[in-house]
Structure formats: structure tokens, C-alpha cells
């Protein structure tokens, strides 16, 4: 994903088109190394990142939803984590309130990794609001908070 070639468009897209059949793939090895893929284009492409940032998005969260793989979901927050990074508040538009309302959900998974990683990618999204999300987002932040004090109070 690193490779100067991968800059070029039509190479570019063909490979984004293989590895979104692949993020369908039933095989959750496949599913989960083309999330990995989709996360790497940061690192071949960092300038591409926002011309196909709705693309990226869908499938990212869209592997939030895999109920056959946590392997997939962990792979998925470390791709959204990297593609966060290389956007603003407004480049993510209406993913945002899905996002944190996905990620959110794993905060009191029974997956340490996954749990770990829900914080890391609340902390990007905190860092990424801005204006038009800030209100939902504490609200979003107060709900975890109040969640996390009644269960370790029990």
C-alpha cells in the first residue's frame, strides 16, 4: 500500500474496488485484510484520503457492524483511527453521528482490545470536533461517563 504506483488514479481505484468486494468477502481472515488494506491507503496515499473519504467511511463503519469477527472490528477502528487523522470535523459530514454512537457501543465490550481501541478513536473524534458536532458530542461523552460511574459504583 506504500508503493509510489499506488498514487496513480486508475491503479488507485482498482485496487479501493478489489479490497471493498473483499471487506465483503464470507471468509473473516479476507474481510479483515481488506480493512487493513482500506487503513494503509493513509500511508500510500495520504493525499487521496479526502478525495475518497465517503468510500473509505461506508466501509469502515459499515465493518463496525460485523458480528462474525471482532478481529474485523478492531481491524476497522485501527483504519478508521488512521483515516480520522487526515480529516476535519466536516469532511466526516453526517458519518459522525453513527461513528461515535458505533464506537461508543464498545466501551464496555468484554474485549480488552476492543474496548482499548473505542477510546483511542473517541479521543481522534473529540480532537476532529469543532462547531457542528460539539454539542452531540458531549452529549455522547456524558452518557459514557454516567454509564462507566453507575457500573463501577455496583
Not at 465483503?24 to 479476507?30: G, H, K, L, M, T
Not at 459522525?96 to 478513536?121: H, M, P
Request: charge should be positive.
Amino acid at each position: 500500500m506504500t508503493d509510489p504506483m499506488l498514487r496513480e488514479k486508475k491503479l488507485l481505484k482498482s485496487v479501493l474496488r478489489i479490497l471493498e468486494e473483499r471487506s465483503q468477502d464470507r471468509n473473516s481472515i479476507v474481510r479483515q485484510m481488506a480493512v487493513r488494506g482500506l487503513g494503509n491507503i493513509v500511508n500510500g496515499a495520504p493525499v487521496k484520503v479526502k478525495k475518497y473519504k465517503k468510500f473509505l467511511l461506508d466501509i469502515l463503519i459499515g465493518a463496525l457492524h460485523d458480528v462474525f469477527s471482532s478481529e474485523v472490528i478492531g481491524e476497522s477502528m485501527k483504519a478508521l483511527a488512521k483515516v480520522l487523522k487526515e480529516l476535519k470535523e466536516k469532511d466526516i459530514g453526517s458519518s459522525f453521528k453513527d461513528l461515535t454512537e458505533q464506537i461508543r457501543a464498545y466501551f464496555d465490550d468484554e474485549n480488552d482490545g476492543l474496548r482499548s481501541v473505542a477510546f483511542v478513536l473517541f479521543g481522534i473524534l473529540a480532537q476532529l470536533t469543532k462547531k457542528k458536532w460539539k454539542a452531540y458530542f458531549a452529549e455522547q461523552v456524558e452518557r459514557a461517563g454516567s454509564y462507566f460511574c453507575c457500573t463501577y459504583q455496583q
